[in-house]
Every structure is written in C-alpha cells, then in structure tokens.
C-alpha cells in the first residue's frame, strides 16, 4: 500500500513559478514509476509528467515541455513538480500519482496505469 500526499499548491500570477511536493509512504517508492496528472474544473484528468524508478527517464505533456521539470529523491520519498512560466490554462487541481513497476510503460499517460493517487492540490494562476 501507498499513501501519497501533495502540496505546495497556490495562487500565483502568471509567469510565476510554484514547486508541488508529493511525500510518499510504504517501501515500494523507489521502485515505482511516479506520475503527475491535473484535473480543471469540467474537464477530463490529464497526464502531465512522468518519472521512472531512478529518475533516469522523463515524460512530459506537450503543453509543459520546457517549462515543468519533474524530479525525485527516493531518499526523502518524495517527487516534485516545478513549474515556471505558469499560465492561466495551467490552473487544475494537481494530483500526484504511483505506479508500483518501475520502467514506464508505453501507456504511461493513462490515468488507468496508476494504482495509488492523492488527494490533489489546487493551482490557480491569475492573468
């Protein structure tokens, strides 16, 4: 079992930059392929970014190449998301999610792949 928790969620005007913080519990962290997702309000979860087990691969969506940077320290347990440039269309709620495997599958952007997921934090960028 794997217990996720975000923050470091906010308001922040736009070209600001914030850093969410995913705290996991359990033994299988540093195994696990570590996905962010967000979800806005009347629309459909989307993937954002993606890490392997070591960190050794990165995935990004489109939409934030170059301007999102997802890490990992498997000594603290932890992912993060740091995000610059930010945009109004960035503004969701950001969910943090685990994939107890850990190479990224050829699916790694589905939702459905993921077996464990926070609870979300709200991001809000203001024009």
């Known amino acids: 079992q794997v217990q996720l928790v975000e923050s470091g969620g906010g308001l922040v005007q736009a070209g600001g930059s914030l850093r969410l913080s995913c705290a996991a519990s359990g033994r299988t962290f540093s195994s696990s392929t570590m996905g962010w997702f967000r979800q806005a309000p009347g629309k459909e979860r989307e993937f954002v970014a993606v890490?392997?087990?070591?960190?050794?691969?990165?995935e990004y969506r489109h939409s934030v190449k170059g301007r999102f940077t997802i890490s990992r320290d498997n000594a603290k347990n932890t992912v993060y998301l740091q995000m610059d440039s930010l945009k109004p269309e960035d503004t969701a709620v950001y969910y943090c999610a685990a994939r107890p495997r850990p190479y990224l599958s050829g699916t790694f952007s589905d939702h459905a792949e993921y077996d464990y997921w926070g609870q979300g934090t709200q991001v809000t960028v203001t024009s």
């Open positions: 890490i392997n087990w070591n960190g050794g691969r990165t």
